[in-house]
């Protein structure tokens, strides 16, 4: 009974073997075989054409692996390519030959070789790095040294030094925002005089509002106050239900608000926040009769519904998922949004 059943289980196996044997002998000879289509052919020839004469950097060019369809649909201005044979592709050869990239003397060329001499680089690097023994720490990748490459266009070359030149003023502008003292969202009017020089009128604009104006986002005033000592991003607080509450808390209620510049950053609980709100809405005028004193709904763009309604909510949220989310190990933000979503629409019709 064995013997039968080991005989019938060597057949199958034999089975199985043959029949994957002859998939693969079939689909490697079309996969590695030379074409036998005139298309074929011609493609294979015209990226041959290039590898031979630009060497394997010409593969780093734009649009390189769609050259043939360019070649078709642009110079022949055909829908199909079946008709193409090598006698067409000869002559386009034979033309672009005389193109600058191709004089190992053009700047085209030096560009072409200076590409392929970076990712090389790149390649070595990565290589290195990849047969180190795990656990050494990181090198940095590699030193790469500017590449003078002069335009053959000396208009164009003019237009983009003056461009390059306006957007180095601009940002030789904008950087002492970055350092000069601020009253909330806005640069300290005791210090606007130091802006007197400075002509542009964007920057002034910058000056009123830093959280929506200023180009240097992490350098906004209300991200820099919720990521200082002690606030819910400090590492002794990013890993704990207070901090995550807390970020929850910013970014979608007070952001870029006045509650945010005159309370502690980190809630500890919902309980907190309750308590804080009642405090300052007992010591400051405008907060008793203005919401936005807590929450911004047009700060991130058009007018929402977010308020400050919403915080029991999050603070449920946080309560209720925060355990589950940190057990998680290295969970990607794809995994994360799918996770959220489907927990969100498993509980409620709205979503």
């Known amino acids: 009974m064995y013997h039968v059943k080991g005989s019938l289980l060597t057949t199958f196996c034999s089975l199985q073997v043959k029949a994957l044997s002859s998939v693969l002998s079939s689909t490697l000879s079309i996969i590695l075989g030379y074409p036998q289509k005139p298309h074929s052919v011609a493609q294979s020839t015209l990226l041959r054409f290039f590898i031979e004469n630009l ?34 592709c000869s002559c386009f ?36 790095h990849n047969g180190k023994v795990a656990g050494q720490p990181e090198a940095s990748l590699p030193a790469v040294q500017g590449i003078a490459t002069p335009m053959e266009n000396p208009a164009a070359l003019g237009t983009t030094s003056s461009k390059m030149q306006e957007a180095l003023q ?11 003292p601020t009253h909330l969202r806005s640069v300290n009017l005791a210090h606007t005089t130091e802006m007197e ?19 240097f ?19 002794d607080n990013l890993h704990t239900l207070p901090g995550f509450f807390s970020a929850l808390v910013f970014h979608v209620v007070t952001f870029s608000t006045l509650y ?45 519904r977010r308020s400050v309604d919403i915080v029991p909510s999050l603070w449920s949220a946080a309560e209720g998922k ?30």
């Open 55 to 88: 060497g394997e950097e010409s593969l780093l060019l734009a649009n390189m692996y769609y050259i043939f369809t360019h070649f078709v649909g642009v110079v022949l201005k055909v829908r199909s390519c079946r008709k193409v044979n090598l006698t067409v």
């Open 170 to 180: 601009f940002i030789r502008n904008t950087i002492p925002l970055v350092h000069m």
């Open 260 to 304: 945010l510049f005159s309370h502690a950053p980190l809630l500890q609980s919902l309980d907190t926040w309750e308590e804080s709100m009642s405090r300052i809405k007992n010591t400051v005028a405008k907060a008793s009769n203005d919401w936005w004193y807590f929450c911004d709904p047009m700060v991130y763009g058009m007018a929402t």
């Open 197 to 215: 020089g400075v002509s542009c009128k964007i920057i002034h604009q910058m000056s009123t509002n830093l959280d929506c104006y200023l180009p």
């Open 322 to 351: 925060w355990m589950l989310l940190s057990n998680n190990d290295q969970i990607d933000f794809r995994k994360f949004y799918h996770w959220l979503v489907k927990d969100t629409l498993d509980k409620s019709s709205k979503g």
């Open 93 to 128: 050869m034979e033309d672009i030959c005389h193109h600058p990239i191709f004089d190992k003397t053009s700047n085209h060329n030096r560009v072409l070789q200076a590409m392929g001499k970076v990712y090389g680089q790149y390649v070595d690097h990565r290589a290195d």
């Open 217 to 235: 986002r992490e350098k906004a005033p209300s991200v820099q106050h919720i990521r200082q000592v002690g606030g819910p991003f400090d590492s």
